[in-house]
């Protein structure tokens, strides 16, 4: 070597672009996966938010002795005192996402769970989905008042 040359390595613009190459394929194969787990994580809060209110309903319900109860509407829900939602005393609405919805309500009457003052199990019970566009959970209520979901 002579006086005053140096030596400088590095990586060649080959290595670079064919590493970039790699790292965008790999951002474009986990990012759909990604996107689907976080939707379906939302949707699955919702759920959750959805059995922990009914859950609270039936406890005022059976601790307060006084009458509660669940209305379902497609774009969210509402929590009320009394026998029914029109005669309702006090309310409080929960809204879903525009891009969620409630759907196949199947209760054993009409759209709201109710549940008779001083009782644990609800005079009304049944099934609804929440659904987004690609997953769908099941919440339910049985006749002995355990409520729950499950993912389909």
């Known amino acids: 070597m002579s006086k005053g040359s140096k030596k400088y390595s590095g990586f060649s613009l080959f290595e670079v672009i064919i590493t970039m190459g790699i790292l965008l394929l790999i951002a474009i194969l986990v990012f ?8 379906r994580s939302k949707l699955e809060s919702y ?12 406890q005022r319900s059976s601790l307060k002795g006084i009458d509660t109860g669940v ?6 829900y509402t929590l009320f005192d009394g026998v029914e939602l029109l005669t309702a005393t006090e309310t409080q609405s929960k809204s879903l996402p525009s891009n969620v919805s409630i759907t196949n309500i199947s209760l054993t009457s ?11 199990k609800p ?4 099934t609804f989905l929440i ?5 769908t959970i099941r919440v339910y209520i049985n006749r002995e008042g355990l409520i729950g979901y499950e993912i389909l």
């Open 110 to 120: 009409g759209t709201e769970i109710t549940f008779t003052g001083g009782s644990f």
């Open 71 to 76: 209305a379902i509407q497609s774009d969210g």
């Open 123 to 126: 005079a009304i019970y049944g």
């Open 32 to 39: 759909p996966i990604t996107i689907s787990k976080t939707q």
């Open 131 to 135: 659904t987004n566009s690609t997953d």
């Open 47 to 58: 759920a959750t938010q959805a059995t922990t209110d009914i859950y609270y309903q039936q």
